[in-house]
């Protein structure tokens, strides 16, 4: 395992991930973490990340007392990006200032001596990095040599081969700096022996072996699936593993996307032979939210409802096999559970990132279900490529995610009036025609109480407004909007006004996040 102690890099997760590609197993654990922690994982590895805080600030984070003669003690090699370099600096003893001119961006590096960080005969190298501190090395611990510097003289790399400790002031796994990956791969494979045989098939088997050795033989399992692909490939994963002792539920709340259950029915059953109810509760649902125009009331509501049949659900698998459902299958992410530094300045004791956003609105505490996250250890694209090995079609796996509350928040107000399911489809067809889904990270029509006048057929019109959203992402935290040709969007909007009644006008929503949201309620 490579663990990677957090100090609130933005590039964390995505040093994580580069790990993870060259087939090595590597963990995410907070910078604050203790001894007992760290070693728990039986590191062989451990990088000390970047960080937005100087190592002076009176509450800059740090690794525990002890941990560099662990490290040295159990021949478990160091590397420090950034920060975790400065950290390296100052607490064994060498000197740390706030540089004359601050470093970020490109920039050039050299390399000075023989080093084992970049590998023999690489004197006098140069290769554009990514640099981005303001605090620099000035002096180093004894044992410790300058193998790389910038041009204007700052300490690029350090090492101290007898100790096995190493730092970077560059952030090696961003694609703006070229070399980056090769001399991270060189260090771990060829400095410290790693190897590379962390493949998701053995993860998979890994995976499935626990969830038997958890779930006895006489036990069952529920699942709710959203159509979304997490939830889909959490299900498949434990269904392979139980058959079916699992029982999947898919509710059909009315506010989903034109024919998705249909769709998704479709792949549940046909291409993964899932056990699946399908509830059609739209009525239900919609006469709850009829005349509710306030978005939370609208979740709550939604939530409320779906726990009720959820407990329906249960009640009626407890009749059919005299025993109640213990588990829950749910397709938490890595991103979810990571417990990362703090970024300065926020409450340390609140460390825990609570998410806001529950696709099925919680489910029912009194039914005292244990969890069964077999995703937990993944980032997207990896249950994307365990979705692959598991056979759902890929085109399913490329799906654009979909909130819990579905149109209830898109179409603004009241969601029972207009036809906003037709709208998005015609935009979301639109864009797969033009074979722009994939560059897309969300998509979709918001259909809007406003109505303004137009001329339809030498008529005047008094209908809809409805505004087009798309934008790419990485993460759904922060977002651009996505710049479609106008011949695309008058197409699309001319196929709008002539096919959906009550819709005369077409906008489209030019605002990135921040400081708006992707949804607009
Ligand atoms: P916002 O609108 O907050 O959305 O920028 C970020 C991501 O979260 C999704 N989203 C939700 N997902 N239940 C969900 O399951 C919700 O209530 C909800 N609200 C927003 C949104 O679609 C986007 O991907």
């Known amino acids: 395992?490579?663990?990677?102690?957090?100090?609130?890099?933005?590039?964390?997760?995505?040093?994580?991930?580069?790990?993870?590609?060259?087939?090595?197993?590597?963990?995410?654990?907070?910078?604050?973490?203790?001894?007992?922690?760290?070693?728990?994982?039986?590191?062989?590895?451990?990088?000390?990340?970047?960080?937005?805080?100087?190592?002076?600030?009176?509450?800059?984070?740090?690794?525990?007392?002890?941990?560099?003669?662990?490290?040295?003690?159990?021949?478990?090699?160091?590397?420090?990006?950034?920060?975790?370099?400065?950290?390296?600096?100052?607490r064994l003893g060498g000197v740390v200032v706030e540089g004359e001119s601050k470093e970020y961006g490109k920039m050039e590096i050299e390399v000075k001596r023989e080093s084992e960080i970049f590998g023999k005969g690489r004197v006098g190298e140069k290769q554009v990095v990514w640099m981005?501190?303001?605090?620099?090395?000035?002096?180093?611990?004894?044992?410790?040599?300058?193998?790389?510097?910038?041009?204007?003289?700052?300490?690029?790399?350090?090492?101290?081969?007898?100790?096995?400790?190493?730092?970077?002031?560059?952030?090696?796994?961003?694609?703006?700096?070229?070399?980056?990956?090769?001399?991270?791969?060189?260090?771990?494979?060829?400095?410290?022996?790693?190897?590379?045989?962390?493949?998701?098939?053995?993860?998979?088997e890994e995976e499935i072996k626990v969830i038997n050795k958890t779930v006895a033989a006489d036990e069952h399992v529920i699942c709710a699936l959203s159509g979304g692909v997490d939830s889909t490939v959490a299900a498949t994963l434990v269904h392979k593993a139980i058959g079916d002792r699992l029982h999947c539920i898919f509710v059909d709340n009315g506010l989903l996307r034109y024919k998705e259950q249909e769709r998704v029915m479709d792949t549940f059953e046909r291409d993964l032979?899932?056990?699946?109810?399908?509830?059609?509760?739209?009525?239900?649902?919609?006469?709850?939210?009829?005349?509710?125009?306030?978005?939370?009331?609208?979740?709550?509501?939604?939530?409320?409802?779906?726990?009720?049949?959820?407990?329906?659900?249960?009640?009626?698998?407890?009749k059919k096999h005299g025993k109640?459902?213990?588990?829950?299958?749910?397709?938490?992410?890595?991103?979810?559970?990571?417990?990362?530094?703090?970024?300065?300045?926020?409450?340390?004791?609140?460390?825990?990132?609570?998410?806001?956003?529950?696709?099925?609105?919680?489910?029912?505490?009194?039914?005292?279900?244990?969890?069964?996250?077999?995703l937990k250890l993944l980032f997207k694209d990896e249950v994307r490529e365990m979705g692959r090995i598991l056979n759902v079609p890929v085109g399913f796996l490329k799906r654009h995610p979909f909130p819990g509350p579905g149109l209830a928040v898109r179409v603004l107000g009241d969601v029972t009036q207009g036809n906003a399911l037709e709208v998005d489809e015609i935009f979301i067809q639109s864009i797969r025609d033009a074979g722009l889904y994939d560059s897309i990270w969300q998509a979709f029509a918001v259909f809007l109480p406003v109505r303004s006048v137009g001329v339809q057929g030498d008529k005047r019109t008094h209908s809809h407004v409805v505004a087009l959203r798309a934008v790419t992402s990485q993460d759904g935290m922060t977002a651009d909007w996505f710049n479609f040709e106008h011949k695309f969007l008058d197409d699309v909007s001319r196929k709008i006004c002539n096919s959906v009644q009550g819709v005369n006008r077409v906008v489209?929503?030019?605002?990135?996040?921040?400081?708006?949201?992707?949804?607009?309620?």
């Not at 956003?357 to 039914?367: A, R, S, T, Y």
């Open 324 to 374: 109640k459902p213990a588990f829950l299958v749910q397709g938490t992410l890595y991103p979810d559970v990571i417990e990362s530094c703090p970024p300065p300045g926020t409450d340390r004791t609140h460390s825990h990132t609570i998410k806001s956003h529950h696709n099925v609105g919680g489910l029912p505490k009194d039914m005292k279900l244990k969890l069964i996250e077999p």
């Open 508 to 521: 489209q929503d030019i605002t990135s996040k921040p400081p708006s949201t992707i949804e607009w309620e």
């Open 132 to 204: 981005s501190h303001g605090d620099e090395a000035v002096k180093l611990p004894h044992g410790f040599e300058v193998v790389a510097q910038s041009a204007q003289g700052a300490v690029a790399a350090l090492e101290n081969r007898e100790r096995r400790i190493y730092g970077l002031q560059y952030h090696p796994e961003v694609t703006h700096s070229p070399k980056g990956m090769e001399t991270l791969k060189h260090f771990l494979f060829d400095v410290c022996g790693v190897s590379a045989d962390w493949k998701m098939e053995d993860l998979m």
């Open 1 to 90: 395992t490579v663990l990677i102690l957090d100090f609130g890099s933005q590039y964390t997760h995505l040093i994580t991930r580069r790990i993870r590609s060259l087939n090595v197993f590597s963990l995410v654990l907070s910078g604050t973490s203790s001894l007992t922690q760290i070693s728990s994982h039986n590191p062989r590895v451990v990088i000390l990340s970047g960080g937005p805080h100087s190592v002076h600030a009176p509450d800059a984070p740090s690794f525990p007392d002890g941990f560099v003669e662990w490290a040295e003690g159990n021949g478990v090699h160091v590397l420090g990006i950034c920060y975790g370099l400065q950290l390296i600096v100052q």
């Open 273 to 318: 032979h899932l056990p699946v109810t399908c509830v059609d509760a739209s009525e239900q649902f919609l006469s709850q939210l009829k005349g509710v125009v306030d978005p939370e009331a609208k979740r709550k509501i939604i939530g409320k409802e779906f726990i009720n049949i959820f407990d329906e659900f249960a009640k009626e698998l407890e």
